[in-house]
Structures are given as C-alpha cells and as structure tokens.
C-alpha cells in the first residue's frame, strides 16, 4: 500500500492550491480516502474524506466551504482543492485510507500559507 501525496507549495493568504494523492498497491475504488494534516506543535487532524464512490464527503469545520475534496478511481488518485487560505492551514498535509489502522503515515505534502 502506497500513498503519495504532492502539490504543496508556499501561497499567500486568500490564494489557492491543489494537492494530489496516487495511489498503488491496492484496489483504490474499494476505500474511503482521508486528508489529514499536522500543523508544527499541534496533533494531526482530520481534514476531509471521501468515500469510495464518491458520493459522500466529509469536511471539519475549519475548512468547510474552502476545500473540496474529489477523485477519480480511473487514475488511483485524490485530491483537495484548497481555496482561500490562511495563514492557519499551514501543516503538511499526508493521505490515508479511512480506517486502515496498520497503514504507515507517507511523507506528507508541506503547504505554507504566509505573505
């Protein structure tokens, strides 16, 4: 089981990015898929989800109507576009199958949000 993610960068606050997660190892239309991400001195938190179908989504509040979580099965991969940033959603930024304990963290995506 492999999820990569990328697309991070630094942008200025009210900018946008996209980040992007491929996946391999295992049959991605079978799983929900999760954005999580982990500020410096602060515990990971879960961002968005979307289930396998994509029919379903989820968002926290600090991010709902901001980001947009989407997929496209065809090409094992996920991805949170992110609109209106702050200063705050500096974190890097991991993807994970949803409630797959035993999978490991990847290295996560930096995204800097900063003037």
């Known amino acids: 089981v492999q999820l990569v993610e990328s697309g991070g960068g630094l942008v200025q606050p009210g900018g946008s990015l996209k980040l992007s997660c491929t996946a391999s190892g295992f049959t991605f239309s079978s799983y929900s898929i999760c954005w999580y991400r982990q500020a410096p001195g602060k515990e990971r938190e879960l961002v968005a989800r979307?289930?396998?179908?994509?029919?379903?989504?989820y968002y926290a509040d600090s991010v709902k109507s901001r980001f947009t979580i989407s997929r496209v099965n065809a090409e094992n991969t996920v991805y949170l576009q992110m609109n209106s940033l702050k200063p705050e959603d500096t974190a890097v930024y991991y993807c994970?199958?949803?409630?797959?304990?035993?999978?490991?963290w990847g290295q996560g995506t930096q995204v800097t949000v900063s003037s």
């Open positions: 994970r199958r949803w409630g797959q304990i035993g999978d490991s």
């Open positions: 979307i289930n396998s179908a994509a029919v379903s989504t």
